[in-house]
Nanobody, 113 residues
Framework: QGQLVESGGGLVQPGGSLRLSCTAS????????MRWFRQAPGKERELVAR????????NYADSVKGRFTISRHNGKNTVYLQMNSLKPEDTAVYYC??????WGQGTQVTVSS
């Protein structure tokens, strides 16, 4: 049975950086496009970034373009989200998703001074 485990969330000041990791197990990671979503309190879950199976193609929400970078290491069954120039509006629970398969449990990111 597949599983995704996120890590790397926390409290950071505006302008700071964090790197989220999501490690997969129990399924063939390299066969799935991977996505990061986020959900802020009182708001719907939104797609932040997507990466293709081999990491050749990436897509980003307009709100994070130029600040966030998604990447993956298929040998380590891990997808990353590098977040730079963080803003208070980036505060949310961030979820890892193997497209059309399963979700992680989420990791909290709080951007505040």
């Amino acid at each position: 049975q597949g599983q995704l485990v996120e890590s790397g969330g926390g409290l950071v000041q505006p302008g700071g950086s964090l790197r989220l990791s999501c490690t997969a197990s129990g399924f063939t990671f390299s066969r799935y496009a991977m996505r990061w979503f986020r959900q802020a309190p009182g708001k719907e879950r939104e797609l932040v970034a997507r990466i293709s199976t081999m990491g050749i193609s990436t897509n980003y929400a307009d709100s994070v373009k130029g600040r966030f970078t998604i990447s993956r290491h298929n040998g380590k069954n891990t997808v990353y989200l590098q977040m730079n120039s963080l803003k208070p509006e980036d505060t949310a629970v961030y979820y890892c998703n193997a497209q059309d398969l399963l979700w992680g449990q989420g990791t909290q990111v709080t951007v505040s001074s």
